[in-house]
Every structure is written in C-alpha cells, then in structure tokens.
C-alpha cells in the first residue's frame, strides 16, 4: 500500500506541473478548438499522470499524450489509435482486463504493467521541444525509484527508446550505444531488460511498418523473459 500511495502522491505533483510555458499554452488552445466529434467533451488539458500496476515488471513508455486522445481523456492512449493497439496487445497477452479504452472512468486496469511518458503533456505535431523532454525528465527518473518491480522497458519508438537509455544512465546505469529497430532485446547490467519496437502510431500502422503480428512479437518476448526470470 505504502507504494501506492507514493506513486499517488507522485501524481497529483505532476498534474498540476506548469514548468512548460508552450505546452501549457497548447493545451488551453486544444481545448477551446475542439473537433466537431468531440464538441461536447470536456477536455482534461493538463499534464497527464501514468497509470497502472505498481507493482509493475513492465513500464511501456510512450511519447507523448496525443491532444485529441489522451489530452482529452485524462490518461496515456485512452480514446486514441495508438491506445487501441497498445490496449489490444497488452490485453491479448494478460496485461489488461479490457481489450480497449475509451474513458478514464470504464474499469480499464492494467495488471503486471504500467504506462508512462517521455513527457505528459501533449505537443504541437506530437513533437516534443528538446528543452521539454528535460523539464519533464525528473518525473521518469522518480518512477523509476517508485516502480521496484520493473523487469522490462518497453518504450515506444525511437525518442521514447533514446530517452528511456538517457533516463536509465542518469539513474546510475552504465550502458553502452544502442541501437534502435524493432524487436531488438538488451539486457542492462542491472538485470533489467530493454525491448524496443515501433510506436504504433498510425503513420506505422496504417503504412504496414507496424503489423499486428510484430507488435505482438514484443509481448511474447517480454514474456519469455518474465518466465525465464521468475
Ligand atoms: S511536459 Fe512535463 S515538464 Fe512540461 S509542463 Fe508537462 S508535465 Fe510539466
């Protein structure tokens, strides 16, 4: 209980975090010009809080929050296309009990993962300033000192892998240049593991860079290495 209430607490800091003037401004205009589909909706435009078990051996980490998806939800890929795929997979191989997300309020729980970001709120053109990918890098290094379980990452394309290994040699890690591509399996001194793949984002899946069997290729690696772990 103890941890949960940490990662509690850790959450409600980063809601209400300001620290990036441009995204702050983003998020204010995103909201006052909605689609017509989502006129009605209130958006939550503010900085998003991970979610998920905190006894995780897996964190996912995204990018960041897309304005009309998670922007507009309250929580990481709920009610966007890249939510869909994540929450399908980790559903299909027994992460979650749900096998999509539409609302923070629809009884979606993640078992034995946890989901984060590169950063929490969302950017113009999904692409994060280099500047902003520093303010929000202390809330990924304090999850990593409040997940104790994790046994492998997951991140989510190239920035988020590059951020992921930046994040982790910060925390003490000494780990050499690493390639990014999909499917690819590092072990880390620590006896943690990386597990990289392409972000399924809709320039991915949409183009067949991304197929459904290769992104449940990534679960069954992690898997295997859970098993071979335990
Ligand atoms: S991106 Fe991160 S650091 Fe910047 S305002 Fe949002 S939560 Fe704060």
Redesign the pocket.
């Known amino acids: 209980m103890k941890g949960i209430t940490e990662i509690e607490k850790f959450q409600r800091i ?1 809601v209400t ?4 003037p441009r ?2 401004a983003y998020l204010q205009e995103v909201s006052k010009h909605k689609p017509r589909r989502y006129r009605e909706q209130d958006y939550w435009s503010k ?1 998003l809080p991970s979610f998920g078990d905190p006894d995780a051996q897996v964190l996912i980490v995204g990018l ?1 929050p897309a304005a009309q998806g998670g922007n507009r939800t309250g929580r990481m890929f709920t009610g966007d296309r890249s939510g869909e795929w994540l929450f399908n997979a980790l559903y299909q191989f027994g992460f979650a009990n749900q096998p999509n997300s539409f609302r923070r309020d629809d009884g979606f729980k993640l078992h034995d993962a946890y989901i984060t970001a590169t ?3 969302a ?1 113009p053109k999904n692409k ?1 300033l280099p500047e ?1 990918i520093e ?2 890098r ?2 990924f290094l304090k999850e990593l000192d409040l997940l104790k379980n994790v046994k492998v990452f997951i991140p989510l394309g190239q920035i988020a892998f590059t951020q992921t290994l930046k994040s982790l040699r910060l925390h003490g890690l000494e780990i050499p240049a690493l390639a990014f591509g999909h499917g690819k399996v590092y072990p880390l001194p620590n006896g943690q593991t990386i597990i990289t793949t392409y972000h399924p984002s809709q320039q991915n899946t949409q183009t067949g860079k991304l197929t459904r069997p290769m992104f449940h290729q990534i679960f069954k690696l992690v898997l295997n290495k859970l098993k071979v772990r335990s």
């Open positions: 980063v975090c300001r620290k990036c995204l702050v900085p960041a950063i929490r709120c950017p994060p902003e303010n929000c202390s809330y």
